[in-house]
């Protein structure tokens, strides 16, 4: 039986197959306004385009810089202080230089690193869904954490500790709109650990925090807000990589992967079943966009997987769930080598990706597909 088609642009995220709706709103609804969301929906490429490029659309509410439960805690200065949350002069300075240092990894280094942290990461579940659910939301961000240069603890055996990882990802769900006030609370704890332990390490070590700090340094950036967007790379790491991971070995399962091209499976996923689907932006002036009026306070779901499969778009190759424009991710080149490596070191530790496929679900998100694997065997 088809699946019965989704209500509307953000239950399409976690939808089984959200892309037939998402291929006729880009055709016969480029630009619109959604009456039931309160949200203008940009659907075609050139709409997606239009609105990350338009001068006026913020990352944030003008008046709601942090969400109303984190403010006034530690998960709510580090939100605040992220280039992902900020826009002006706060965002352009500080993201010329993540960009450069992204730029600059050795990749074949990162894969070296994450290949040598997946050693040391234990199969410690024989259900393959658990297995996968775990180290999709562990290894990525264990392997950033390495590069930037934090110290990651051993046990007697060898085994790496994944406590930053755990924090990160507490950190991470209390971002959401759908977060609970006890994942609140987590988060804000998750927060305090993080940024202590990251601001702790800014001087010393020659990873890629010394060298942030450095920059940050010469360029009169604030310690805390360094040191709040080196954690930001673990938290932009963490769920984004998790789907890509996710999403690649549900295509592996159902495609086959015992000869499959890892690199290339990742690339088509990023592309036909992208881990970020959508995100916001919020008119700070009266304007025109893709040729109606919008208001300021205006807000604009930016329908980044409708692009991709859009029929009409002039590079139909482009992977939108990278973003595009300002805040264009920095980190889609890193994010491709993560997923790849954390898919191999699943195979190689024996998780069957057609296994993962038994009761399919995606976790509660209003933005990322991110699947919740609970096969049974
Ligand atoms: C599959 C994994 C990833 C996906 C799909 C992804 C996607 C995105 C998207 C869509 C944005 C822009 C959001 C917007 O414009 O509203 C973004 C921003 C960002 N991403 Fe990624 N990302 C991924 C992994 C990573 C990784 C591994 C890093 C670094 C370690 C990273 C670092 C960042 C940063 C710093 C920003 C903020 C840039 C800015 O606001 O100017 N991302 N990412």
């Given at each position: 039986m088809e699946p019965i088609a989704p209500a509307d642009p953000i239950s399409a995220v976690t939808h089984s197959d959200p892309y037939p709706y998402y291929r006729a709103l880009a055709r016969s609804q480029p630009f619109h306004f959604d009456a039931a969301l309160k949200l203008w929906v940009a659907a075609s490429a050139g709409a997606v385009a239009e609105v990350l490029d338009?001068?006026?659309?913020?990352?944030?509410?003008a008046a709601q810089p942090v969400p109303p439960a984190l403010a006034g805690s530690a998960a709510g200065d580090l939100f605040g202080r992220l280039i992902r949350m900020n826009d002006g002069a706060a965002h352009a300075t500080l993201k010329a230089i993540v960009l450069r240092q992204m730029a600059g990894l050795d990749l074949a280094d990162v894969r070296a690193r994450a290949h040598k942290l997946a050693a040391a990461l234990p199969r410690v579940d024989r259900n393959d869904g658990h297995e996968a659910n775990r180290w999709m939301f562990t290894l990525p961000v264990l392997t950033v954490a390495d590069l930037l240069g934090l110290p990651l603890e051993c046990d007697a055996d060898g085994h790496v500790s994944t406590r930053v990882a755990g924090f990160v990802a507490t950190f991470a769900a209390a971002m959401s709109p759908l977060a609970s006030p006890t994942d609140v609370e987590a988060g804000v704890a998750a927060a305090r650990w993080l940024t202590q332990s990251t601001g702790s390490h800014a001087a010393a070590g020659d990873g890629l925090l010394h060298q942030l700090a450095q920059a940050a340094g010469d360029a009169d950036i604030d310690p805390a807000t360094l040191t709040a967007n080196a954690v930001g790379l673990m938290i932009q790491a963490c769920e984004a990589t998790a789907g890509l991971i996710g999403n690649t070995l549900v295509h592996l399962g159902r495609s086959g992967w015992?000869?499959?091209?890892i690199d290339a499976s990742v690339d088509l996923v990023a592309r036909i079943d992208p881990p970020v689907q959508n995100t916001r932006r919020f008119m700070a002036a009266d304007a025109t966009l893709c040729g109606q009026v919008v208001r300021a306070g205006d807000a604009v779901l930016v329908l980044l997987a409708a692009a991709a499969h859009d029929p009409a778009a002039a590079a139909p190759l482009h992977p939108w769930t990278f973003g595009a424009g300002r805040h264009g991710c920095p980190g889609d080149a890193l994010a491709r080598v993560l997923a790849v490596c954390t898919v191999q070191a699943l195979l190689a530790r024996d998780v069957h990706p057609d296994r993962l496929l038994a009761n399919l679900r995606y976790r509660p998100s209003v933005n990322a597909r991110i699947p919740n694997f609970q096969s049974i065997n």
């Amino acid at each position: 039986m088809e699946p019965i088609a989704p209500a509307d642009p953000i239950s399409a995220v976690t939808h089984s197959d959200p892309y037939p709706y998402y291929r006729a709103l880009a055709r016969s609804q480029p630009f619109h306004f959604d009456a039931a969301l309160k949200l203008w929906v940009a659907a075609s490429a050139g709409a997606v385009a239009e609105v990350l490029d338009h001068p006026d659309g913020r990352v944030r509410p003008a008046a709601q810089p942090v969400p109303p439960a984190l403010a006034g805690s530690a998960a709510g200065d580090l939100f605040g202080r992220l280039i992902r949350m900020n826009d002006g002069a706060a965002h352009a300075t500080l993201k010329a230089i993540v960009l450069r240092q992204m730029a600059g990894l050795d990749l074949a280094d990162v894969r070296a690193r994450a290949h040598k942290l997946a050693a040391a990461l234990p199969r410690v579940d024989r259900n393959d869904g658990h297995e996968a659910n775990r180290w999709m939301f562990t290894l990525p961000v264990l392997t950033v954490a390495d590069l930037l240069g934090l110290p990651l603890e051993c046990d007697a055996d060898g085994h790496v500790s994944t406590r930053v990882a755990g924090f990160v990802a507490t950190f991470a769900a209390a971002m959401s709109p759908l977060a609970s006030p006890t994942d609140v609370e987590a988060g804000v704890a998750a927060a305090r650990w993080l940024t202590q332990s990251t601001g702790s390490h800014a001087a010393a070590g020659d990873g890629l925090l010394h060298q942030l700090a450095q920059a940050a340094g010469d360029a009169d950036i604030d310690p805390a807000t360094l040191t709040a967007n080196a954690v930001g790379l673990m938290i932009q790491a963490c769920e984004a990589t998790a789907g890509l991971i996710g999403n690649t070995l549900v295509h592996l399962g159902r495609s086959g992967w015992r000869d499959a091209d890892i690199d290339a499976s990742v690339d088509l996923v990023a592309r036909i079943d992208p881990p970020v689907q959508n995100t916001r932006r919020f008119m700070a002036a009266d304007a025109t966009l893709c040729g109606q009026v919008v208001r300021a306070g205006d807000a604009v779901l930016v329908l980044l997987a409708a692009a991709a499969h859009d029929p009409a778009a002039a590079a139909p190759l482009h992977p939108w769930t990278f973003g595009a424009g300002r805040h264009g991710c920095p980190g889609d080149a890193l994010a491709r080598v993560l997923a790849v490596c954390t898919v191999q070191a699943l195979l190689a530790r024996d998780v069957h990706p057609d296994r993962l496929l038994a009761n399919l679900r995606y976790r509660p998100s209003v933005n990322a597909r991110i699947p919740n694997f609970q096969s049974i065997n």
